[in-house]
T-cell receptor, first 115, second 118 residues
């Protein structure tokens, strides 16, 4: 069965430091890949998505992610973290033939930012 | 501004009661979805609807019911049969039902409703 793994439950970084959140998926072909961000008590906001083409995708708020087929990974990065980036981040995949819009979500990585 | 409105934001229920969570969108999206979120568990799909008067069960539909009488509305009822209903519920929508059109795969989420069973 398809699955998404976010190995880090909680990460703390200093403001201004770089960030990388890991995401690995299990699927035999290339899926559609997404990163969403959720502030406490709020809904999810799309940061970026990958469907095809250039494996490095740019998103909102200065985030980027790189798809690596050989590693089945889609890691999220940001060069310099701001205090407002503190939130929970979810990686999600949708596989070909899956029910419309049915995304498989990872369990999330909570990001804390130290001043 | 277009978006998804979920209400109420907080809801308390006694055991044995049914409750209905509202979800309204003005994005002119065809598809709508309900997800359940538990701490440390990610999101799990309850029900989805690709078109008015039609809906399908997701991964955890037991104890829930939905209706889709209007394109804009997709209410979720949490019935007394749901054994552990305390959770955060998220409604989402997308264009579609497309096939491989990329836009159809992007979900827009509401702000969520937190249900607590007393």
């Amino acid at each position: 069965a398809q699955s998404v793994t976010q190995p880090d439950i909680h990460i703390t970084v200093s403001e201004g430091a770089s960030l990388e959140l890991r995401c690995n998926y299990s699927y035999g072909a290339t899926p559609y890949l997404f990163w969403y961000v959720q502030s406490p008590g709020q809904g999810l906001q799309l940061l970026l998505k990958y469907f095809s083409g250039d494996t490095l995708v740019q998103g909102i708020k200065g985030f980027e992610a790189e798809f690596k087929r050989s590693q089945s990974s889609f890691n999220l990065r940001k060069p310099s973290v701001h205090w407002s980036d503190a939130a929970e981040y979810f990686c999600a995949v949708r596989v070909y033939g899956g029910s419309q819009g049915n995304l498989i979500f990872g369990k999330g990585t909570k990001l804390s930012v130290k001043p | 501004d277009g978006g998804i409105t979920q209400s109420p934001k907080y809801l308390f229920r006694k055991e044995g009661q049914n409750v209905t969570l509202s979800c309204e969108q003005n994005l002119n999206h065809d598809a709508m979805y309900w997800y359940r979120q538990d701490p440390g568990q990610g999101l799990r799909l309850i029900y989805y609807s690709q078109i008015v008067n039609d809906f399908q069960k997701g991964d955890i539909a037991e104890g829930y019911s939905v209706s889709r009488e209007k394109k804009e509305s997709f209410p979720l009822t949490v019935t007394s049969a749901q054994k552990n209903p305390t959770a955060f519920y998220l409604c989402a929508s997308s264009i579609g039902p497309g096939q491989l059109f990329s836009g159809a795969n992007v979900l827009t989420f509401g702000a969520g409703s937190r249900l607590t069973v007393l």
